[in-house]
């Protein structure tokens, strides 16, 4: 169980465009969702938490703007990259948690996404 | 500030031999510590986790301990195998605002052959 699936795995886009990529619970459902970037050699670094049915919270110096969040069920999140730009190459990787009193997050298996 | 740190950046150890990573958190709160192991490319993949109600849990080669008057937690590895190859992060949560979990840097594991 707790199995979390995100869609594409690997996106190339051109600078300019918008990218949308999906995150979902597949057998449980998820009051919170996390959306997070991961550089080369670098750690995890969280971009925002996403509770179903509201606004997402955004980690200080990432642009909401930018990076739209939508977690319009207990099972799906999406996060959209707008305007993408190289520097916005990164792998994004959500994860889920089945309650407020949950601790554990389940991962899903991340998206590479490249801007030319 | 909410901080987890970790240490070492890198790692490399004799197979068979011992590994230590450790972590250090900042929020008196956090009561769950997570390790996760993360192949080049993948997921992160949890594989040991303790809360603050007791101070050590082992899983087979992999154990963690936890002190929680000093805010660490250690994770250790025995007998390492080149499958342990990988790198490894701790993490913390913090309910300062939103129940969130902060990652350390992470440490690349090395096992030599």
């Known amino acids: 169980g707790a199995v979390v699936s995100q869609h594409p795995s690997r996106v190339i886009c051109k600078s300019g465009t918008s990218v949308k990529i999906e995150c979902r619970s597949l057998?449980?459902?998820?009051?919170?969702m996390f959306w997070y970037r991961q550089f080369p050699k670098q750690s995890l670094m969280l971009m925002a938490t996403s509770n179903e049915g509201s606004k997402a919270t955004y980690e200080q110096g990432v642009e909401k703007d930018k990076f739209l969040i939508n977690h319009a069920s207990l099972t799906l999140s999406t996060l959209t990259v707008t305007s993408a730009h190289p520097e916005d190459s990164s792998f994004y990787i959500c994860?889920?948690?089945?309650?407020?009193?949950?601790?554990?997050?389940?991962f899903g298996p991340g998206t590479r996404l490249t801007v030319l | 500030g909410e901080n987890v740190e970790q240490h070492p950046s890198t790692l490399s150890v004799q197979e068979g031999d011992s590994a230590v990573i450790k972590c250090t958190y900042s929020d008196s709160a956090s009561n769950y510590f997570p390790w996760y192991k993360q192949e080049l490319g993948k997921r992160p993949q949890l594989i040991i986790d303790i809360r603050s109600n007791v101070g050590e849990k082992k899983d087979q080669r992999i154990a963690v301990t936890l002190n929680k008057t000093a805010k660490h937690f250690s994770l250790h590895i025995t007998e390492t195998q080149p499958e342990d190859s990988a790198v490894y992060f701790c993490?913390?949560?913090?309910?300062?605002?939103?129940?969130?979990?902060?990652f350390g840097s992470g440490t690349r594991l090395s096992i030599r052959p």
């Open positions: 057998d449980f459902q998820a009051t919170t």
């Open positions: 994860s889920a948690k089945s309650g407020p009193a949950s601790d554990t997050q389940y």
């Open positions: 993490a913390a949560p913090v309910y300062s605002s939103a129940s969130k979990i902060i």
